[in-house]
């Protein structure tokens, strides 16, 4: 059974930053994309950024410029740096991974509040 373990959240200021950490275990091996969705209260799951093997990119415009996602292949991890924090980034971030065979993971989420 795969687990998607993420860490990082809490509390930060507007401005401020915060770095989400997510390991998947065991480690998945035919991997092909790992990435962060987020859900605010009243609103559904969107997708802020993911990351394919080969270290293609994709990130959702509220967050281009902002937040940058990485990831080890080895470790099966994958990163999400949140700079320049608005209240609105207020979420719940969940990790998720898909395999080349189309089954897919998540995380259990990690909360994230902006706020002054």
Same mark, same amino acid.
């Given at each position: 059974?795969?687990?998607?373990? #993420?860490?990082?959240? $809490?509390l930060v200021q507007p401005g401020g930053s915060l770095r989400l950490s997510c390991v998947a275990s065991p480690?998945?091996?035919n991997i092909y994309a790992m990435g962060w969705y987020r859900?605010?209260?009243?609103?559904?799951? #969107? /997708?802020?950024?993911?990351?394919?093997?080969?270290?293609s990119t994709m990130y959702a415009d509220s967050v281009?410029?902002?937040f940058t996602i990485s990831r080890d292949n080895a470790?099966?991890?994958?990163? /999400?740096?949140?700079?320049?924090q608005?209240? #609105?980034n207020t979420a719940v971030y969940y990790c998720h991974a898909e395999e /080349?065979?189309?089954m897919d993971y998540w995380g259990? $989420?990690? /909360?994230?509040?902006?706020?002054s």
């Amino acid at each position: 059974q795969v687990q998607l373990v #993420e860490s990082g959240g $809490g509390l930060v200021q507007p401005g401020g930053s915060l770095r989400l950490s997510c390991v998947a275990s065991p480690i998945i091996a035919n991997i092909y994309a790992m990435g962060w969705y987020r859900q605010a209260p009243g609103k559904q799951r #969107e /997708l802020v950024a993911s990351i394919t093997s080969g270290g293609s990119t994709m990130y959702a415009d509220s967050v281009k410029g902002r937040f940058t996602i990485s990831r080890d292949n080895a470790k099966n991890t994958v990163y /999400l740096q949140m700079n320049n924090q608005k209240t #609105e980034n207020t979420a719940v971030y969940y990790c998720h991974a898909e395999e /080349l065979n189309g089954m897919d993971y998540w995380g259990k $989420g990690t /909360l994230v509040t902006v706020s002054s």
